[in-house]
C-alpha cells in the first residue's frame, strides 16, 4: 500500500506516517511548512518506504506511480495560526480538498478527511454525536477554520455519491502529544511554554469552558481504524472525559514545582464553551476508545516541552 499524507510535517500528520509505515506502507508526506516542520519526520530521514516533498496542495497536484490512500491532514489547526492564515485556511479546506479528492478519484485511491469537532462550533448539545449539526457562527473570525472544515465534509460526501470515491471522515476533538509546537496558541502548550517561562499562566473568561483531551497515540490508533473500515459518514474521534480549563491548568501545573499563578483573560469570541465527543460509534465501529491516562500523557508531553524549550534557549 502506498499513501500519500497531505500536512505531514504537522503533528498529527508525522504521527500518522510513523503508523502507516509500522503497518508497513509506502509513505509520500506533502507539507508547504506554514505551520508544519520538518523535524517532525527527521527520524524517518534514510527511510526507504518514505519521501518527504515540499508541496501546496492548493496548487494542482500531481504524483508520479500508483497511490492507494490519500489523507488530508493539511491545514492549519489552531486558533493563532488560522487567525494569522485565515485565507490559506479556507482554500486548504476547499480547493486543497477538491484536488486531494481528484488525485483520489485519478488513482482510484481511498480518501481520507481530517475534519473537526469545531464543526459542533458552540454547542448547545452535550457530548456531542454526530448526528448533531452543529451551532456554529459563519462569520466570526473563527469561522475560516469552522467553515472550511464543513465545506470540506461536504465536498468529500459529493465525491463519494457522485464519484464513488470510497471516503472516511474523522471528526478530531482535543489533541496533545510529542510534537506540538510550544508556540501553537492552544492550552497544553500555552500553559507549558508559560510554566517554563515563569510567566503568569493565562486562563480565558473564568475558566469554566470544557474541553476533552485524547493523547495522540490513542487518536491515531482511532483514525487508522477508521480508515481500514468500511464507514464514510464523520466519525467522532477523541477523548470522553471533560474537564474545565481551570481544572486543566491546575493538573498542567502540577508538574512544576515552582509554577507561576494563574491570571484571566476575556474569552475570545465565538470560543467554545462545552466540547466533549460522544464516541459510542467509535466503539461500536471500530472497538475503539483512549487508553492514555492524562496524567501520563502529560507528563509524556511535558517531558519532550521541556526539552523543545531548553533547544530553544541554547540556540538563542
Keep these: ?16 506516517c510513523d503508523r502507516l509505515l509500522a503497518e508497513g506502507w509506502e509513505v509520500l508526506a506533502l507539507d508547504n511548512l506554514i505551520t508544519g516542520d520538518e523535524s517532525n519526520l527527521i527520524h524517518l530521514k534514510g527511510n526507504s518506504k518514505f519521501q ?6 492548493n496548487e494542482p497536484l500531481s504524483v508520479v506511480g500508483s497511490v492507494d490512500y490519500v489523507f488530508h491532514f493539511a491545514s492549519p489547526a489552531s486558533p493563532p495560526d ?47 454525536s454526530e448526528s448533531y449539526w452543529g451551532h456554529v457562527n459563519p462569520v466570526g473570525p473563527r469561522s ?54 515563569g510567566i503568569p499562566i493565562t486562563v480565558y473568561g473564568d475558566g469554566k469552558q470544557t474541553r476533552s483531551f485524547c493523547f495522540v497515540s490513542d487518536l491515531i490508533d482511532g483514525i487508522y481504524r477508521l480508515s481500514q473500515s468500511d464507514e464514510h459518514m464523520p466519525t467522532n474521534i477523541g477523548n470522553p472525559i471533560e474537564l474545565t480549563i481551570y ?10 514545582p515552582n509554577a507561576p499563578k494563574i491570571i484571566f483573560e476575556p474569552l475570545p469570541e465565538d470560543d467554545p464553551k462545552q466540547r466533549r465527543p460522544d464516541i459510542s460509534k467509535a466503539k461500536r465501529l471500530l472497538a475503539w476508545e483512549p487508553r492514555v491516562s492524562l496524567e501520563e500523557g502529560l507528563k509524556t508531553t511535558i517531558d519532550f516541552f521541556k526539552q523543545q524549550f531548553a533547544k530553544t534557549n541554547v540556540s538563542r
Design 1 to 16: 500500500m502506498r499513501a500519500v499524507v497531505t500536512g505531514g510535517a504537522g503533528f498529527l500528520g508525522s504521527h500518522l
Design 52 to 57: 518527504f516533498e515540499r508541496k501546496d496542495v
Design 82 to 128: 488560522y487567525l494569522k492564515y485565515p485565507i490559506e485556511t479556507l482554500k486548504v479546506g476547499s480547493v486543497a480538498t477538491m484536488h486531494t479528492l481528484e488525485l483520489a478519484k485519478a488513482k482510484s485511491a481511498k480518501y481520507f478527511l481530517a475534519s473537526t469537532s469545531e464543526c459542533y462550533g458552540d454547542p448547545v448539545v452535550s457530548p456531542q
Design 144 to 197: 475560516v477554520y469552522d467553515e472550511a472544515k464543513r465545506f470540506a465534509e461536504a465536498t468529500t460526501m459529493a465525491y463519494h455519491r457522485y464519484h464513488a470515491v470510497d471516503t472516511h471522515i474523522v471528526r478530531i476533538f482535543n489533541t496533545y502529544g510529542p510534537r506540538m509546537r510550544l508556540n501553537d496558541g492552544r492550552a497544553l502548550p500555552n500553559f507549558v511554554y508559560q510554566a517554563l517561562s
Design 247 to 256: 481544572e486543566f491548568a491546575v493538573r498542567v501545573l502540577s508538574h512544576f
